[in-house]
């Protein structure tokens, strides 16, 4: 059975995660979603919270676990006894940022081998930071996240456009 490891902090998760997940469960047996805890000084979701929310966006998705991690992603990949890593790939900038880590990774453990899947070209320009930044000043996020994100944002920030 093979299980790979989808590391983030997800802060917070997007339909562009979704995606990722999703493709990754066509080709793993199991997929763990691994939750960085401290990822930023001032997150905008606790870790609990980003837990909760991919925990309620993964429920009917056989094959998925959430844990959250801290440390290094070579150790969650051992203790998970993943057999690969997977993070999706928007553009050149991400490969830039991706590629030294992935090989880092590989030069710690073996095991924790990377697999990058391109994105959806509609799904390019969407990230968690793009999502925190229209949280702050009201702008639309419709298209950006899962509705079980948009309902938690409503709540815990007085967020209506
Ligand atoms: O969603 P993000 O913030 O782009 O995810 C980044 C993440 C969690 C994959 C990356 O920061 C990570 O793996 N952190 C754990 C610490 C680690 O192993 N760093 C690499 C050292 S070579």
Do not use: C, W
């Not at 980003?50 to 992603?73: A, W």
Request: charged share 25%; glycine share 4%.
């Amino acid at each position: 059975m093979a299980t790979a490891v989808f590391p983030g902090s997800f802060d917070p998760v997007t339909i562009g995660h979704m995606d990722l997940i999703k493709r990754a469960l066509a080709i793993f047996d199991k997929l763990v979603i691994g939750v960085l805890a401290n990822s930023a000084k001032n997150p905008f979701f606790t870790e609990e919270e980003r837990v909760y929310m991919l925990k309620e966006l993964t429920k009917d998705m056989p094959g998925t676990e959430v844990i959250q991690f801290n440390g290094l992603l070579v150790d969650f990949v051992k203790e998970t006894k993943a057999d690969a890593v997977i993070r999706g790939i928007r553009n050149s900038i991400d490969f830039e940022y991706e590629l030294p880590l992935a090989q880092a990774n590989y030069k710690l453990d073996y095991k924790a081998d990377t697999i990058f899947l391109a994105t959806l070209p509609e799904h390019s320009y969407i990230s968690s930071s793009a999502v925190r930044e229209l949280v702050r000043y009201k702008g639309d996020i419709k298209g950006f996240v899962p509705d079980v994100v948009y309902q938690f944002i409503v709540q815990k920030f007085d967020y209506m456009i």
